[in-house]
């Protein structure tokens, strides 16, 4: 049996409180699905600057009502002083997921992302000290690398930042690293490569390029591919993500301060990528070839990125259980069966 599995009996047969920030997001969403369905009691804020209603109501529906009555829930901003007062209160783990998030996003509005990433992130970390917290998992990014040419990725090089997003994720490790050395909490920072999977949003000018391409292909339309298109990434399917942050919260660590690559360890060219959603969407009943433009590169991202994975998978027992290829076909499908479900209901 692997660390995980381990970790989920163990979880099943003890009840701990968890405090999961930006819940009504797609990553903290997820987690709290797992948490929820583990038999464990979670409290939990967002503002719903960017996550949604519907992802709450959609995971009500999916654990039932004796496992959603362990949540508590609190609106409100991370931001707000003493927004954490009686929630963080007896927590046994930290989750903390809530940010401003998307590289162009950070460069239109710098000020809001930095708020939301460097002040709600302090806020949090102040109140875990208050609380005696012994641990905080915390979302950092990809991003921190920035330009460094190097593959894949190690945690012990990074480059300079190539945005305002990255540099408030590169600003949460630094804090961290303070608060880590300083005070008597470990301060885990998990650096996310690409994340996907189903719920996520693909609507708006900062969706992430794989729902926004899922979506757009059911429609019949145009795909935008910004470069030549083979660029590169190593995209990172949900599943993956919520057990990295349990293993995260639980597993023995005993440096004050740590951080851990978390994604397959494997590259797709946004080509790659556009393939393989043409065949899916294809399979399950949409149009069969796409309409793709190229498109000049945006500021602020970077060419290749690929993580080394073996520092995650020796110290916290990760594994990666769903490669990206598997994950695109979930994703396609699950999008599928939600467009049936519409399309009945109406």
């Known amino acids: ?63 039932g009502k004796e496992a959603w009555s362990r949540l508590t829930f609190l609106e409100g901003d991370i931001q707000k002083p003493g927004i954490f007062n009686g929630l963080i209160d007896g927590a046994d783990y930290v989750i903390h997921q809530a940010a401003l998030g998307s590289v162009p996003r950070s460069i239109d509005r710098p000020t809001a992302t930095f708020d939301s990433n460097i002040n709600g992130f302090i806020n949090l970390l102040e109140a875990a000290r208050a609380a005696k917290v012994g641990r905080v998992v915390y979302a950092s990014s990809s991003s921190v690398y920035g330009d460094s040419p190097d593959l894949p990725k190690i945690e012990a090089k990074v480059g300079a930042v190539l945005s305002p997003y990255a540099a408030s994720k590169k600003t949460n490790e630094v804090i961290a690293d303070a608060y880590g050395r300083v005070y008597p909490m470990q301060m885990v920072g998990l650096r996310y490569f690409n994340v996907f999977g189903p719920r996520q949003n693909p609507n708006g000018p900062y969706a992430a390029v794989i729902p926004k391409w899922v979506d757009s292909a059911f429609a019949g339309e145009k795909l935008i591919i910004m470069g030549d298109g083979e660029t590169s990434r190593d995209f990172s399917f949900i599943e993956n993500v919520v057990r990295a942050n349990l293993l995260a919260a639980t597993a023995k660590i005993t440096s004050p301060v740590s951080v851990y690559n978390i994604a397959c ?81 109406a």
């Open 1 to 63: 049996m692997n660390r995980y599995s381990k970790l989920e009996e163990e979880l099943r047969k003890n009840k701990k409180r968890w405090l999961v920030t930006g819940v009504a997001g797609f990553i903290a969403g997820h987690i709290l699905e797992r948490l929820l369905n583990l038999g464990q009691e979670v409290v939990a804020i967002d503002n719903f600057s960017t996550g949604s209603k519907k992802n709450l109501m959609e995971i009500a529906g999916a654990v």
């Open 265 to 345: 360890g494997d590259r797709t060219t946004l080509n790659q990528l556009a393939s393989a959603i043409q065949i899916h969407v294809r399979d399950n009943g949409g149009p069969a070839r796409l309409n793709i433009e190229y498109v000049p590169e945006r500021a602020g991202d970077v060419r290749h990125s690929l993580a080394d994975i073996s520092k995650a998978k020796n110290e916290l027992g990760y594994e990666v259980v769903v490669e990206a290829a598997d994950g695109i076909r979930q994703t396609v499908e699950w999008t599928a069966g939600r467009k049936k479900a519409s399309t009945k209901a």
